[in-house]
């Protein structure tokens, strides 16, 4: 069965979340010359987290038992954005976090993002019978537009819903971007692909060339955000 648009921007986001997390889970990735790696997952997975409450949640809140979906979506999330703050914590030396071991907090990371992943995948499938094709391209073009501006780092104590969830996010995204400037982080540009034009499937019917993310070196970063 073909998949949508929504399916396929979604199964772009959680893969290349997964391959910047790969090398992250290395107990070397914690030297300073390995900290990007930690940097660049922890940052692609919180500007994804941030898009898909703008994006998602608005839809999703309007199905059958949506406010349900929708609090049990932000329970979720608050937790994996706690465990991403762990996760910077110890490896920028935070003292209330330096008890933690490393395959312990990669364990709950790993946990918690099947965990969304799962919960991400029953929600569009709830969409995709709700929602016409031409919206949900709307809604995959929107998700990946967002994806691109959202904060870069996990925010958990924040509002994640409605509007007061979307201003926050457009305020954090000011100072996040502010100090990855100031700090010389770079971040990785993986959602750049249209997804209609850029999906797998489309390529593949096309017979070209799948698009690869834009990930370049990064340069070092000092904080504990």
Not at 77 to 94: I, M, N, P, S, W
Request: hydrophobic residues 35%; positive net charge; charged residues 25%.
């Amino acid at each position: 069965m073909t998949k949508s648009m929504l399916e396929l921007a979604l199964d772009r986001s959680h893969t290349g979340g997964r391959a910047l997390a790969a090398p992250a889970h290395a107990p070397e990735a914690g030297r300073s010359d390995r900290r990007h790696e930690t940097d660049w997952f922890y940052a692609i997975t919180a500007q994804h987290l941030a898009a898909a409450g703008d994006v998602l949640l608005p839809h999703v809140r309007r199905l059958p038992g949506g406010r349900r979906h929708v609090a049990a979506y932000v329970h979720q999330v608050r937790q994996l954005e706690t465990a991403l703050r762990f996760l910077k914590a110890r490896q920028y030396g935070d003292g209330r976090a330096q008890h933690l071991r490393h395959s312990d907090v990669w364990r709950e990371i790993d946990r918690l993002l099947a965990e969304h992943e799962q919960l991400e995948a029953r929600y569009v499938q709830l969409l995709n019978a709700k929602l016409t094709p031409a919206l949900l391209d709307k809604v995959a073009e929107q998700l990946s537009a967002a994806e691109q501006v959202a904060p870069t780092r996990a925010h958990p104590h924040s509002p994640h819903t409605g509007r007061a969830g979307r201003l926050t996010h457009r305020i954090w995204r000011l100072p996040d971007s502010t100090w990855d400037d100031l700090e010389g982080r770079f971040i990785p540009t993986i959602y750049t692909q249209h997804p209609h034009r850029d999906s797998a499937y489309s390529n593949y019917l096309r017979g070209g060339q799948i698009p690869q993310p834009a990930i370049q070196p990064a340069k070092q970063a000092t904080d504990v955000a």
